[in-house]
Nanobody
Framework: QVQLVESGGGLVQAGGSLRLSCAAS????????MGWFRQAPGKEREFVAA????????NYADSVKGRFTISRDNAKNTVYLQMNSLKPEDTAVYYC?????????????????WGQGTQVTVSS
């Protein structure tokens, strides 16, 4: 089993920044990918960003390109999401997830392990 713990969410004004962190523990994989998804009230969970083990592929949703940056520290089994120029429509619960097959794709069905989520609220 893999345990994922997100942190860094909170309330921020539009135009502000937040940095989310997700620490993985338990079973590890030699070449897994890690991703971030988000879910707003009444909406489907949607892809935000993903990164392969060796930075070989980084993938962003169009809605966050140029504003969000995903990175990882393999020594710490941690993935980060730097969110800048935040907008009210970024308000959601943000989840990190592990794709054990390492594809870093945008389908949530590729991700087997999920964190509990952290709330991000952007006020206008």
């Amino acid at each position: 089993q893999v345990q994922l713990v997100e942190s860094g969410g909170g309330l921020v004004q539009a135009g502000g920044s937040l940095r989310l962190s997700c620490a993985a523990s338990g079973r590890t994989f030699s070449s897994y990918a890690m991703g971030w998804f988000r879910q707003a009230p009444g909406k489907e969970r949607e892809f935000v960003a993903a990164i392969k083990w060796n930075y070989g592929r980084i993938n962003y949703a169009d809605s966050v390109k140029g504003r969000f940056t995903i990175s990882r520290d393999n020594a710490k089994n941690t993935v980060y999401l730097q969110m800048n120029s935040l907008k009210p429509e970024d308000t959601a619960v943000y989840y990190c997830a592990v794709d054990p097959f390492g594809g870093a794709g945008s389908s949530r069905h590729d991700y087997r392990y999920w964190g509990q989520g952290t709330q991000v609220t952007v006020s206008s």
